[in-house]
C-alpha cells in the first residue's frame, strides 16, 4: 500500500507499469503455438504423409492434441508417432533410434512423405539429427525430411512454411515444361478435413476458372504427396500472404514467376485478389471486371440492406485472426458497416501491425482512424478489452478462434463468429466458405443469424 502514486492495481495486487509490462512477458499470449504444432498441422494436410516426432510421450500428445478438437472429420493420431525417448537413449545418444523408426513405420503405413522433428532438449544435446534422419531416409522408398524445431524459437505458420518450403524443394520445377494456364497455389493454410475448408478451395478453384486458369496443386490443400509434385508443370505460383512464413530461398529457386496476393476474403479483398493475380498472370482487366460484375451483381441489393442496418445501429466488431486474416477481416466489417474497433493479431512470423496496415491498404478500403491493432498481446489483455467493449455496449460482433470466443461470456446482442485456428465449436455439416464472394456472404449470414 505504501507504493508511490505512479502505481496501478492489477488483479489485486499494486505495480508499476513498468514492472507489469515485464510480467507479460512471462504472460499467455493469443497465439502460443510453436513450430511443432505446425509441422504437425501442416503433415495432417497431406494425406499420405507421416510426422514422426523425436522425443518422449508426452510429445505426440503436444502435437496432435491441439489438432485433435479441431478437426473431428479426421483425427490427427492417426499421422503422427514417436521415437518414445527415455534417460538411457538420452545419455547414449539418441538418433541411433530415428533409423530404426523410419523403418519401422514404413512396414506400418503406406506413406509418401515423412517428416521428423526434435524438440528443444533434444536439439540442445548438439546431435545430428539431420544426418541420422538422411541416412534413415536412403533405406525407405519415400522421401523424408528433418525439420528442427526448437519449442523457444518461431510460431504456429513458420512450422507450417518450413514443410510447404521442403515439399516446394521436392518439386521437378525446372525438369518440367511450363503450361502458361496452370497456376499453383502456395500458402494455403489447410488445417482440417472439413466442409468450410474444402468450400474455401472450391471458391479459390472457382475464382481461378473464371479468370480463364487451370488451378494447379494447392501448397497444401489435403492431397497426396505425389498430387503435389504435380505443380511442377504449373506456369506460375500464386503466393497466398500465409507464404510469408515460407523460406524465401525455397520460394526464389522454383524457376517460375512468384505472383504475391493478399487474401480472397470479403467483397473488396475478393476482387483486389483477382486484379492482383491478373495482373501476374497478364489477363485483361476488363476479364476481370466481368467476373466482379457477374458476381456481385445479384448479392449488391441484399448488401445494401445489411450495411444500412448496421450502419444505423453504430456499433463495432473485434477481430483476433493471424496478420493476413485479420486485415481482411477489419476491412469486411467496414465494408458491411461494422467497423473494426479492436484487432488482436494471433501471430509472430506474418507482418505484425505494420503488415496489417499495408493488407488492408491494398485491398483500398479505409479503416477507421480509431482502430486499436494488438500484436498478439497477453491473453489477459484481451480478455480486458474486449470486457470493456461489451459492457459499454459498443461490440456489436467478435470474430475469433475458440480461445478469444472462451473469454467472452455470452452475451444477447454480440454475435461470435469462431474463425481461425482452433475451431472446437463450429463444425459445419455443409460447405461453410470464408473465401470469395460466397464467403463473404457466409459470413455474412453467420452474423444476422444471431442478431
Given at each position: 500500500?505504501?507504493?508511490?502514486?505512479?502505481?496501478?492495481?492489477?488483479?489485486?495486487?499494486?505495480?508499476?507499469?513498468?514492472?507489469?509490462?515485464?510480467?507479460?512477458?512471462?504472460?499467455?499470449?493469443?497465439?502460443?503455438?510453436?513450430?511443432?504444432?505446425?509441422?504437425?498441422?501442416?503433415?495432417?494436410?497431406?494425406?499420405?504423409?507421416?510426422?514422426?516426432?523425436?522425443?518422449?510421450?508426452?510429445?505426440?500428445?503436444?502435437g496432435a492434441n491441439q489438432i485433435m478438437?479441431?478437426?473431428?472429420?479426421?483425427?490427427?493420431?492417426?499421422?503422427?508417432?514417436?521415437?518414445?525417448?527415455?534417460?538411457?537413449?538420452?545419455?547414449?545418444?539418441?538418433?541411433?533410434?530415428?533409423?530404426?523408426?523410419?523403418?519401422?513405420?514404413?512396414?506400418?503405413?503406406?506413406?509418401?512423405?515423412?517428416?521428423?522433428?526434435?524438440?528443444?532438449?533434444?536439439?540442445?544435446?548438439?546431435?545430428?539429427?539431420?544426418?541420422?534422419?538422411?541416412?534413415?531416409?536412403?533405406?525407405?522408398?519415400?522421401?523424408?525430411?528433418?525439420?528442427?524445431?526448437?519449442?523457444?524459437?518461431?510460431?504456429?505458420?513458420?512450422?507450417?512454411?518450413?514443410?510447404?518450403?521442403?515439399?516446394?524443394?521436392?518439386?521437378?520445377?525446372?525438369?518440367?515444361?511450363?503450361?502458361?494456364?496452370?497456376?499453383?497455389?502456395?500458402?494455403?493454410?489447410?488445417?482440417?478435413?472439413?466442409?468450410?475448408?474444402?468450400?474455401?478451395?472450391?471458391?479459390?478453384?472457382?475464382?481461378?476458372?473464371?479468370?480463364?486458369?487451370?488451378?494447379?496443386?494447392?501448397?497444401?490443400?489435403?492431397?497426396?504427396?505425389?498430387?503435389?509434385?504435380?505443380?511442377?508443370?504449373?506456369?506460375?505460383?500464386?503466393?497466398?500472404?500465409?507464404?510469408?512464413?515460407?523460406?524465401?530461398?525455397?520460394?526464389?529457386?522454383?524457376?517460375?514467376?512468384?505472383?504475391?496476393?493478399?487474401?480472397?476474403?470479403?467483397?473488396?479483398?475478393?476482387?483486389?485478389?483477382?486484379?492482383?493475380?491478373?495482373?501476374?498472370?497478364?489477363?485483361?482487366?476488363?476479364?476481370?471486371?466481368?467476373?466482379?460484375?457477374?458476381?456481385?451483381?445479384?448479392?449488391?441489393?441484399?448488401?445494401?440492406?445489411?450495411?444500412?442496418?448496421?450502419?444505423?445501429?453504430?456499433?463495432?466488431?473485434?477481430?483476433?485472426?493471424?496478420?493476413?486474416?485479420?486485415?481482411?477481416?477489419?476491412?469486411?466489417?467496414?465494408?458491411?458497416?461494422?467497423?473494426?474497433?479492436?484487432?488482436?493479431?494471433?501471430?509472430?512470423?506474418?507482418?505484425?501491425?505494420?503488415?496489417?496496415?499495408?493488407?488492408?491498404?491494398?485491398?483500398?478500403?479505409?479503416?477507421?482512424?480509431?482502430?486499436?491493432?494488438?500484436?498478439?498481446?497477453?491473453?489477459?489483455?484481451?480478455?480486458?478489452?474486449?470486457?470493456?467493449?461489451?459492457?459499454?455496449?459498443?461490440?456489436?460482433?467478435?470474430?475469433?478462434?475458440?480461445?478469444?470466443?472462451?473469454?467472452?461470456?455470452?452475451?444477447?446482442?454480440?454475435?461470435?463468429?469462431?474463425?481461425?485456428?482452433p475451431r472446437v465449436s463450429f463444425h459445419?455439416?455443409?460447405?461453410?466458405?470464408?473465401?470469395?464472394?460466397?464467403?463473404?456472404?457466409?459470413?455474412?449470414?453467420?452474423?444476422?443469424?444471431?442478431?
Amino acid at each position: 500500500a505504501g507504493r508511490d502514486a505512479a502505481a496501478a492495481e492489477c488483479n489485486g495486487c499494486f505495480c508499476t507499469a513498468t514492472e507489469r509490462a515485464k510480467a507479460d512477458d512471462f504472460a499467455f499470449r493469443l497465439h502460443e503455438y510453436g513450430r511443432f504444432t505446425g509441422i504437425g498441422l501442416a503433415v495432417h494436410a497431406i494425406k499420405d504423409a507421416f510426422f514422426l516426432q523425436h522425443g518422449g510421450v508426452g510429445c505426440k500428445q503436444k502435437g496432435a492434441n491441439q489438432i485433435m478438437p479441431h478437426d473431428v472429420a479426421h483425427p490427427a493420431l492417426h499421422r503422427m508417432g514417436y521415437t518414445e525417448m527415455d534417460e538411457r537413449a538420452l545419455i547414449l545418444g539418441s538418433a541411433a533410434r530415428l533409423g530404426p523408426y523410419v523403418r519401422s513405420w514404413y512396414q506400418k503405413r503406406r506413406l509418401g512423405y515423412m517428416v521428423v522433428a526434435g524438440v528443444s532438449f533434444l536439439d540442445m544435446t548438439g546431435e545430428d539429427f539431420a544426418a541420422a534422419v538422411k541416412a534413415a531416409a536412403a533405406t525407405v522408398p519415400f522421401p523424408v525430411d528433418f525439420i528442427p524445431s526448437r519449442g523457444f524459437d518461431g510460431d504456429l505458420y513458420q512450422g507450417y512454411g518450413e514443410v510447404v518450403g521442403r515439399i516446394l524443394r521436392r518439386i521437378p520445377f525446372r525438369v518440367s515444361r511450363p503450361k502458361p494456364a496452370k497456376v499453383a497455389v502456395a500458402g494455403f493454410v489447410f488445417d482440417r478435413y472439413e466442409p468450410d475448408v474444402f468450400a474455401d478451395l472450391g471458391q479459390l478453384r472457382r475464382l481461378l476458372g473464371a479468370l480463364g486458369l487451370e488451378p494447379g496443386p494447392f501448397l497444401l490443400g489435403g492431397s497426396s504427396f505425389a498430387e503435389l509434385l504435380g505443380a511442377a508443370d504449373s506456369g506460375r505460383i500464386v503466393c497466398l500472404p500465409h507464404g510469408r512464413a515460407i523460406p524465401e530461398k525455397d520460394l526464389e529457386g522454383l524457376g517460375r514467376p512468384v505472383i504475391r496476393t493478399g487474401l480472397p476474403v470479403g467483397f473488396a479483398g475478393t476482387e483486389r485478389w483477382l486484379h492482383d493475380v491478373a495482373a501476374g498472370c497478364s489477363i485483361a482487366k476488363p476479364v476481370v471486371e466481368r467476373v466482379v460484375r457477374q458476381a456481385t451483381e445479384q448479392i449488391r441489393p441484399g448488401l445494401q440492406k445489411i450495411r444500412r442496418r448496421f450502419r444505423s445501429e453504430g456499433r463495432r466488431a473485434a477481430i483476433f485472426a493471424e496478420t493476413p486474416l485479420a486485415a481482411a477481416l477489419a476491412v469486411l466489417m467496414e465494408e458491411i458497416g461494422i467497423s473494426p474497433i479492436l484487432v488482436g493479431l494471433r501471430d509472430d512470423s506474418l507482418g505484425g501491425a505494420a503488415a496489417f496496415r499495408r493488407d488492408a491498404a491494398h485491398i483500398g478500403v479505409e479503416l477507421p482512424g480509431d482502430l486499436k491493432v494488438l500484436e498478439n498481446p497477453p491473453l489477459h489483455v484481451a480478455r480486458s478489452k474486449l470486457r470493456r467493449l461489451a459492457e459499454d455496449g459498443s461490440l456489436q460482433v467478435l470474430l475469433g478462434s475458440a480461445h478469444e470466443l472462451a473469454v467472452m461470456e455470452r452475451k444477447q446482442g454480440i454475435a461470435t463468429i469462431e474463425i481461425g485456428f482452433p475451431r472446437v465449436s463450429f463444425h459445419p455439416q455443409e460447405p461453410s466458405p470464408t473465401w470469395g464472394f460466397a464467403g463473404a456472404q457466409y459470413i455474412c449470414r453467420r452474423i444476422l443469424e444471431q442478431l
